[in-house]
């Protein structure tokens, strides 16, 4: 167990639906990064917050935002879902700055119908 | 761009045997070097990091070297088991001076160890 969490585990929903996948940090974390694990694309990054601020963004969609709030805890709010954002998305959280490890959560599987 | 390169799976072996699952990276100066082992229905787990040239990562049996003069961190293991049987993936960071501290990862490789 990382101490990670992420809910839902499973979720199904309609193409052009809206989800929000949430995030628990481990107990300590600042940092908080959002990850897609898709059969085609792999293990991409999709974006990265650091004490309730954005700090860095990858290949994340326009129709994806997400939010780090007071507590830590982080929200991925995904809409106008198409049948391509079927995939795995982790969460993972780091001390941040010099600690260089990043612990992922189980993943929310996403299916989009 | 950072990217990691990866051996093609699946790799399935008998038990006992030797296990070395290739990684190749390309980045500019002195990334932090990471495998991951992402066992079925789980999420990913760090099973390995090194973070300056000719260090060497290990934990349970497996370990990697990098090598900064051929750019690579194989993983390797002396004697496999069935609870081995895994997605092993590569992944880099950038030197900390870049201030980029998302994860870079490769394909991945599917291991299967047999009994």
């Known amino acids: 167990d990382s101490g990670v969490t992420q809910t839902p585990k499973h979720l199904i929903t309609a193409t052009g639906q809206r989800v929000t996948l949430r995030c628990s940090p481990r107990?300590?974390?600042?940092?908080v990064y959002w990850y897609q694990q898709s059969l085609d694309q792999g293990l991409q990054f999709l974006i990265q917050y650091y004490n309730g601020e954005e700090r860095a963004k990858g290949n994340i969609l326009e129709r994806f935002s997400a939010q780090q709030f007071p507590d830590l805890h982080s929200e991925l709010n995904l809409s106008s879902l198409e049948l391509g954002d079927s995939a795995l998305y982790f969460c993972a959280s780091s001390v941040g700055g010099e600690t260089y490890e990043q612990y992922f959560g189980p993943g929310t599987r996403l299916t989009v119908t | 761009g950072n990217s990691v390169t990866q051996m093609e799976g699946p790799v399935t072996l008998s038990e006992e045997a030797f296990l070395t699952i290739n990684c190749t990276y390309t980045a500019t100066g002195y990334p932090s070097l990471f495998w991951y082992v992402q066992y079925p229905g789980e999420g990913l787990q760090l099973l390995l990091k090194?973070?300056?040239?000719?260090d060497k990562g290990s934990n349970k049996g497996f370990e990697a070297t990098y090598r900064k003069e051929t750019t690579s961190f194989h993983l390797e293991k002396g004697s496999v088991q069935v609870s081995d049987s895994a997605v092993y993936f590569c992944?880099?960071?950038?030197?900390?001076?870049?201030?980029?501290?998302?994860?870079?990862f490769g394909t991945g490789t599917r291991l299967t160890i047999i009994p």
């Open positions: 090194a973070t300056k040239a000719d």
């Open positions: 992944a880099l960071r950038d030197q900390p001076s870049n201030l980029n501290e998302k994860l870079t």
């Open positions: 107990s300590g974390d600042l940092s």
